[in-house]
């Protein structure tokens, strides 16, 4: 499984930006998808997790509410549409996937499979 996020940028507080992960590899469907983020000096932390027929969403307490992660099995895409963006989400944004798993786990050691990363920057 190779997985290709997108969408980072720099945007204002209060603005909105949507990330893409790409998803290629014969095992990829179905899989539980997963969305980190670290920021230098930490800890990858876990933001957004949906259920391999994506009915269940999960989120971290600091996202809820502001994030929707989403997924297009047809186009092999998970989504993260970040809205009120703060300037604690600049991150870099990472897409995972777990094909083991019966539902999204919130660890790191629970995904097998890591994108290259995509730079969030939030201005005040």
């Known amino acids: 499984v190779q997985l290709q996020a997108s969408g980072g940028g720099l945007v204002q507080a209060g603005g909105s930006l949507r990330l893409s992960c790409a998803a290629s590899?014969?095992?990829?469907?179905?899989?539980?998808m997963g969305w980190f983020r670290q920021v230098p000096g930490k800890e990858r932390e876990f933001v957004a997790g949906?259920?391999?027929?994506?009915?269940?969403?999960y989120y971290a307490d600091s996202v809820k509410g502001r994030f929707v992660i989403s997924r297009d099995s047809a186009k092999n895409t998970v989504y993260l549409q970040m809205n009120s963006l703060k300037p604690e989400d600049t991150a870099v944004y990472y897409c995972?996937?777990?094909?083991?798993?019966?539902?999204?786990?919130?660890?790191?050691?629970?995904?097998?499979?890591w994108g290259q990363g995509t730079q969030v920057t939030v201005s005040s």
């Open positions: 590899g014969r095992a990829f469907i179905p899989a539980n």
């Open positions: 995972a996937a777990d094909l083991r798993r019966s539902v999204p786990g919130r660890e790191l050691d629970e995904y097998a499979y």
């Open positions: 949906i259920s391999r027929s994506g009915l269940s969403t």
